[in-house]
């Protein structure tokens, strides 16, 4: 009786296990559908938005134009001289930064087991800075030989080594008896910013007025010093190192249940830990070296995704990368748009959007008996 009470009972168990799946299917998919429609139109209005509008019909005409596309719109040569040459570059800039911000705030909240990991929160950012900075002041002394040797990619490979040394620093702080310890971790990254604070302040002291402004570019971020040189030096390394990263979205998948949990999958945990850790140093160092610290983004966009998508990272990674690029953008419109004809920091916009929900997750987390 037993025996055929559960031959009875399996298979309508088995249908609403594949109804199920088959559900989050559609909406994982509709859900990254949705985000793709979103980062089009921000797309369309940043690049339709400045001191010159341009309609929609004509963005997307100029951008069919250089597709080689037959569209049956028509445009300006000044709108297709300003679009190409001046805001293309940035918007995709800005799609690159974000998107790897993104994810690489989703790793690292996949990696650490916590919502509250973010690359600025626990120092990548800064670290990264620094070597940026270094550059930028010592570059014509003592690092004179260096820069001339690894010519336009000086910057980015500095500030990967400042973010990769600072992300195994905290993550080596934050072992305690083989776990990831999130006190330890938030503050390693606290110290790990005021020194980073201090170096640069040695560094803004002995800068010249020239170097000072491009210091005051590095401490509140912008997309301002977007070109196409910029865009083909940074994309290879954000491109790659983003795009890598999607291919650990199992391994992380299994990392929730922990780390022995995920070991008897077969997955190789520390094999895993080490490739994140240098991809999200390579995304972060490349971020930081064409557009300064942006904070918040690899913290907000992951964490308003798991509450509509899941915590599914083959879900949560792609649409992080879609929803950040979003983000960034219009904080980059919005940076433009209020105080023209002049221009807010990006770092300040993100920030205010940022500060206030991190604020919330605390309170929420605090509720739920997690921090």
Request: glycine letters at 12%.
């Amino acid at each position: 009786m037993m025996g055929e009470s559960n031959a009875i009972i399996r298979p309508p168990a088995r249908i609403a296990r594949s109804v199920t799946s088959a559900m989050r299917h559609n909406n994982g998919a509709l859900g990254i559908t949705g985000l793709l429609v979103l980062l089009g139109f921000v797309c369309v209005v940043s690049l339709g938005t400045g001191a010159i509008a341009i309609p929609p019909s004509q963005v997307i005409a100029i951008l069919g134009h250089q597709l080689q596309l037959s569209l049956p719109w028509d445009f300006e040569p000044q709108h297709h001289a300003i679009l190409i040459s001046i805001r293309l570059p940035r918007v995709l800039l800005g799609v690159l930064i974000g998107g790897s911000l993104a994810v690489s705030g989703a790793a690292m909240q996949g990696l650490f087991r916590n919502p509250l990991a973010d690359p600025g929160l626990i120092g990548v950012s800064s670290g990264a800075a620094v070597a940026a900075v270094a550059v930028i002041v010592l570059g014509s002394t003592a690092l004179d030989f260096a820069i001339h040797a690894l010519g336009p990619f000086a910057l980015s490979i500095a500030a990967f080594g400042g973010g990769a040394a600072t992300t195994f620093l905290v993550y080596s702080l934050s072992l305690v008896h083989g776990r990831v310890a999130v006190s330890t971790m938030l503050l390693a990254g606290i110290a790990i910013n005021a020194m980073a604070g201090a170096i640069t302040g040695i560094f803004t002291f002995i800068a010249d007025d020239a170097q000072l402004r491009s210091l005051t570019f590095w401490s509140l971020g912008s997309l301002g010093g977007a070109t196409w040189p910029v865009v083909g030096a940074t994309a290879p390394l954000i491109c790659f190192s983003s795009l890598a990263a999607l291919r650990y979205a199992r391994p992380l998948n299994a990392l929730l249940l922990g780390e022995d949990e995920a070991g008897h999958l077969g997955y190789r945990i520390e094999h895993l830990k080490r490739s994140l850790v240098l991809l999200v140093a390579a995304a972060v160092g490349a971020a930081v070296a064409v557009a300064g610290i942006i904070g918040f983004v690899g913290l907000v966009v992951p964490h308003l995704l798991r509450l509509t998508l899941g915590p599914d990272h083959r879900l949560l990674l792609p649409g992080s990368a879609l929803l950040g690029a979003s983000l960034l953008l219009g904080a980059d419109l919005i940076a433009r748009v209020v105080v023209a004809p002049a221009e807010l920091p990006i770092g300040i916009v993100t920030a205010i959007i940022g500060g206030p929900f991190f604020m919330y997750l605390l309170q929420r987390g605090r509720r739920m008996g997690r921090y």
